[in-house]
């Protein structure tokens, strides 16, 4: 018989080692499970144990998957040799605007309360096929509408971080249930921001990837030409090896694109020496918190001891992001929304919320015959010379250095008080048009402890080098390690 007290250590060492499972890498995961130094089944309970504490406040989820049923899975998981993917056995999260076969998927809209999907969405398809755990559909903006994660018809979702603020949008139960240990990644959705806004103000890694690298297939469209499905977790090393399961041409999708799928892992490898960041002066200067303009500067610092050579550039462009992202993308989304007419999926247009419907009648006013070339022509208009203005920057350096949003996170009523505010809350990251990628990267906390991240922007397909940039910088960082629990 072990003496009491030596028993009561052996206890918390156990607790310990178990607490700690969620801060580890996916790699660091991996191999663990494959080891059997624990099992995926520690991971779920791990993962629950977090969301009974926190989610009563957070709201993370629109549907949470049974624990006793995702213990099952990941028993069985332990149990079988697993397939050939890193992923395998890990839990994660996907925000609810993907269909999953036989589990809700609302879009956080009550037009959708009830809505089962007779099929899943190909990204859901190839982790499940990976072996990964699905523990819940995320809150959201409805229908990837916002950037705090207030429109929603399931109460807005909390920040981690402070209650008392948002947690980002629109992918923002995302961030918060991975900022908050309660999976390991998950799955979002970028139309204008919405992975790297939440991921910002929650402190994770999130990847916008370059238009069609990842097949929209089964996901409920928003803006359907500027519409991403990328990857959210704590680091860029963990978006690396997510985006390599999730790439790829898909047949089902004919916008998704052919190109090949390099192996973003061994791209992390070697060096940043030599490779050039611009910095758009027009990012840096009034209006933007001047505590968010010295940490990325840091960044840059930081940058430019790893050899990197930083200089400034000049994107005249950028404050034309808003008007010609808003015109196209409610011009989009109230074509997009008009098949929930009451007949297809049950409830009727009467469910929409105001923000919602704001966008709709936006929309169907910038299409309507009398004013479509004033609006929606000349907004596409722009989009071709902002797709030039981005070309340009892109023969000056490798890459962009900009803030993500303008403001730490805010109160909550904040931006969903003020629709003004809440378009203009996206000037850094509605140059979706042109469809390039952007990886967003925690670079710091503000003085009242909010997170602070950046966003590294490349050319088309440009994923392996904006992977490698974030990865390098997290070598020699540590704010992605931080958490508030
Ligand atoms: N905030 C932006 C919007 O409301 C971004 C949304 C998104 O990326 N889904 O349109």
Redesign the pocket.
Known sequence: MLPENIKVILWWTQFLRISMLLEKSIKELASGLKEKKFSSEDLVRECYENIEKLNPVLNVFVTLRDKDEVIKEAREKDKKTPVNSLLYGLPFVIKDSYNTKGIRTTASSKVLETYIPPYNATVYQKLLDAGAILIGKTNM?AW????SSENTDFGPVRNPWDNSRVAG??SGGNAAAIAARMAVFGIG??????IR?PSGWCNITGLKVTYGRVSRYGCIA?VSSFDTVGPMARTAEDCAIILQVTAGKDPLDATSSPEEVPDYGSRLNGDIKGMTIGMPKECYGEGVDNEIKSLIYKAAEQYAKLGVEIKEISMPMLEYGVPVYYLI?TSETSSNLARYDGIRYGNGRNKFTSETMRRIMLGTYALSAGYYDAYYKKAQQGRTLFIKEYAKAFTQCDAILMPIEPMPATKLGELIGDPVKNML??IF?CQTPVGIPSLAVPVGFTKSNLPVGMQLLGNMFSEPLLLKLGYFYQKVTDWHKKSNL
């Open positions: 903006d990837g509408h916002g950037a949008g629109s959705e970028d139309t204008g921001g919405s806004n928003y993308g809350a996206d990251t």
